[in-house]
């Protein structure tokens, strides 16, 4: 079979929806089928037969919608036997919306942000030709049947879509993410705590909380912040890491000499290092940090709008906060530093959280996806 991937920018380094499509595609490839990428620009290496397109000479919205309708032409004049899109389409045989809802992107980016600037960030949304646009293609995917089939990245992604579209649920596929669990390895704590820590200038005596965030106030930076202004009384240390961290932030209370901000950086490596990840997320469709942690040996703490918090099985593998709130999450902290102060319960809930992730092995998910996608060519 012949399969065509479209999407802006192929660059599986980016992680999310382009490393997901990457590990499907080297997948088919090895079945023997062919994946055809149309992109408009791709980096060496990424798998596929890469089909770049002109980029459309439009404004940003405008652009989204020329790419869309001339990468699905192309794929069709290929004889592609079916099509797979993750953002911003109007016609696909599957889509794959790792975002979730960009109305619902829109909506908790505003909460995050507090009332009155969160109000002023809606009424900004409503007059942006950018995010018109994107909501239209939504609507077109979607409520228009543009989408033969969609697949879902967790269950939360499953409810609010068929909340907001239910004329879509019968095409509505929970494919949940899934872990690479040899990449990510328990075994490396012995090996690397201490030199990781060590190269940070931290304390290895004192517990490690991990913080990932690409954007940072949407991962709930603000409310970690505010929770562990309510433990400073408790030992902890903090290693915070992703695109664009707040600057100066490790010079503030209550952050001042207990924490590393870092740049984006190896993951497993800080895995390591770590005794609990913390995510008090305000949306997150599925986040594949809450999986690594696990797969790694790493409790988290994170919040019921992580579509990956259903992973967690246990008590012992973390804890689901109702929303992030600063004493939610503070409590939650105080319970999981007592945890770690006894080392064979520190141990039980490591293991534990690996046994989580078990449940969730990546070439089982890769599988589940490759039979929905040949099952499309068939329908």
């Known amino acids: 079979m012949r399969f065509g991937f479209v999407l802006d920018r192929w660059d599986p380094s980016r992680g999310g929806a382009e490393r997901a499509m990457a590990l499907?595609?080297?997948?088919a490839a090895e079945c023997g089928h062919e994946v055809l990428v149309f992109c408009?620009?791709?980096v060496p290496g990424a798998p596929g037969d890469i089909r770049r397109l002109a980029r459309p000479r439009r404004r940003r919205g405008d652009l989204e919608i020329a790419f869309a309708r001339a990468a699905v032409a192309a794929a069709k004049d290929a004889s592609c036997d079916a099509t797979l899109g993750i953002r911003h389409m109007e016609e696909v045989d599957v889509y794959w919306p790792h975002g979730g809802l960009h109305r619902a992107t829109l909506a908790a980016g505003e909460r995050s942000r507090g009332r009155l600037v969160g109000g002023v960030s809606r009424a900004l949304h409503g007059l942006s030709p950018r995010h018109r646009v994107f909501l239209?293609?939504?609507e077109r995917l979607l409520r228009g049947g543009g989408a033969r089939r969609v697949w879902c990245v967790s269950s939360l992604v499953h409810e609010e879509i068929a909340s907001a579209f239910p004329e879509a649920a019968p095409r509505l596929e929970v494919r949940p993410n899934g872990v690479d669990l040899?990449?990510?390895d328990p075994g490396l704590r012995a090996k690397l705590r201490r030199r990781v820590l060590a190269d940070l200038g931290l304390d290895p005596a004192r517990p490690v909380l991990l913080f990932l965030g690409g954007n940072w106030r949407l991962k709930g930076w603000s409310v970690l912040v505010e929770a562990l202004r309510r433990i400073e009384d408790l030992p902890w240390t903090l290693v915070a890491a992703g695109d664009r961290p707040p600057v100066g932030a490790s010079r503030r209370a209550p952050l001042r000499g207990r924490a590393a901000i870092l740049p984006r950086t190896d993951a497993s490596r800080l895995y390591a290092a770590a005794d609990?990840?913390?995510?008090?997320?305000?949306?997150d469709p599925c986040s594949l940090a809450t999986l690594e942690a696990l797969a790694s040996g790493v409790p988290v703490v994170t919040t019921r709008s992580n579509g990956a918090a259903d992973a967690i099985s246990s008590a012992a593998a973390g804890t689901v906060l109702t929303s992030p709130d600063p004493e939610?999450?503070?409590e939650a902290l105080r319970e999981r530093l007592q945890r770690l102060a006894d080392p064979a319960v520190a141990a039980s809930d490591r293991l534990a959280a690996r046994a989580a992730a078990a449940?969730?092995?990546?070439?089982?998910w890769l599988d589940s996806m490759f039979r929905s996608?040949?099952?499309v060519v068939r329908s």
């Not at 499907?24 to 997948?27: M, S």
């Not at 449940?359 to 089982?364: A, H, I, K, N, S």
């Open 136 to 138: 239209r293609l939504e």
């Open 40 to 42: 408009l620009d791709a």
């Open 276 to 283: 609990v990840l913390v995510q008090p997320t305000f949306r």
């Open 24 to 27: 499907l595609a080297r997948r």
């Open 182 to 184: 040899s990449a990510f």
């Open 373 to 375: 996608l040949t099952s």
């Open 359 to 364: 449940l969730r092995p990546l070439d089982r």
């Open 328 to 330: 939610l999450l503070a």
